[in-house]
């Protein structure tokens, strides 16, 4: 499929001679083919399977999420736990505020990308341009091109989301040499109501044995539901991003509840080397948490 060629819903379609200035703002997908299917078929009907092996969800729908970015033969069917909870909040939700860790491009701060739009193989997202410019207005806050080029860590929940979601506009957020803080303050400025929606993209520990990974993702796993903000980067690969969740967690009143933990031995893989996958939901006012 030429991904170049894809233009953003809602929009006019631009006049020719800007036609391909458009078109190069809309980031293709880097790891469709690989992590999940390229043909939207397919992956639709992947999709569907690891969504209904879910029970359905209890009201209230999550504030936030914090779910797995391997390859969907690994770490799908436990995003699919945490996502099958947004199905009551489809045409609620309008706004995704999506922060995940850099694995290919160093980045001080967060990172913005320099795109109007996501591409996946279901369509393409919109960019929040207007949460977007709150947020370079922060001094930790970038925009980069390169961090977001090859990054799967985002892309990967774009599908999900475009399955749960009626239609929504997204902050993408790529999250590298940062503090607690300094993504609290980001996901303050972005806060919104229900229509807003925060997701951290994390996986837990990385190529343990299998009796060892269980008992530490475990404990990684119980400091995450204390609200932890001193997660190390050996217990998730996204510890920055879930340690700055918790504090504007701490601040807000929210309560977090572990939905799923598994890891790659449990789904797909070897047990002599895995990787930790946990899915949590945090919920305003203490909701839906036993």
């Known amino acids: 499929m030429d991904w170049s060629a894809i233009l953003i819903p809602g929009r006019a379609p631009p006049c020719r001679d800007m036609a391909s200035n458009l078109q190069q703002r809309i980031r293709?997908?880097?790891?469709?083919?690989?992590?999940?299917?390229?043909?939207?078929?397919?992956?639709?009907?992947?999709?569907?399977?690891?969504?209904?092996?879910?029970?359905?969800?209890?009201?209230?729908?999550?504030?936030?999420?914090?779910?797995?970015?391997?390859g969907y033969i690994y770490s799908g069917p436990v995003a699919a736990t945490v996502y099958a909870t947004l199905r009551p909040a489809r045409e609620t939700i309008t706004r995704v505020v999506l922060l995940g860790p850099t694995h290919r491009v160093a980045v001080r701060g967060l990172a913005l990308p320099d795109a109007d739009g996501f591409a996946t193989p279901l369509g393409t997202v919109e960019i929040d341009v207007e949460a977007a410019a709150r947020l370079r207005r922060l001094a930790h806050v970038t925009v980069s091109a390169a961090a977001h080029a090859l990054e799967h860590s985002l892309e990967v929940h774009l599908p999900f989301l475009q399955k749960v979601l009626a239609r929504f506009r997204l902050v993408p957020l790529?999250?590298?040499?940062?503090?607690?803080?300094?993504?609290?303050?980001?996901?303050?400025?972005?806060?919104?109501g229900a229509e807003t929606l925060i997701v951290i993209s994390s996986d837990l520990s990385h190529y343990l044995p299998y009796g060892e990974a269980q008992a530490t993702d475990r404990r990684t796993c119980d400091s995450i539901l204390r609200l932890s903000t001193s997660i190390a980067h050996d217990q998730a690969c996204g510890a920055t991003p879930v340690s700055g969740l918790a504090l504007a967690a701490q601040r807000r009143g929210l309560v977090s509840r572990l939905l799923d933990l598994r890891n790659s031995g449990d789904t797909a893989g070897d047990k002599r080397k895995v990787v930790g996958y946990a899915s949590f939901a945090f919920y305003q006012d203490g909701g839906h948490v036993h």
């Open 28 to 70: 293709p997908p880097a790891v469709a083919g690989m992590f999940y299917p390229a043909d939207p078929a397919q992956l639709g009907h992947d999709l569907d399977a690891m969504l209904k092996r879910v029970s359905a969800p209890e009201p209230p729908v999550p504030k936030a999420i914090i779910a797995p970015h391997a």
């Open 174 to 192: 790529a999250v590298g040499h940062a503090s607690p803080e300094q993504v609290a303050e980001v996901l303050d400025a972005v806060w919104g």
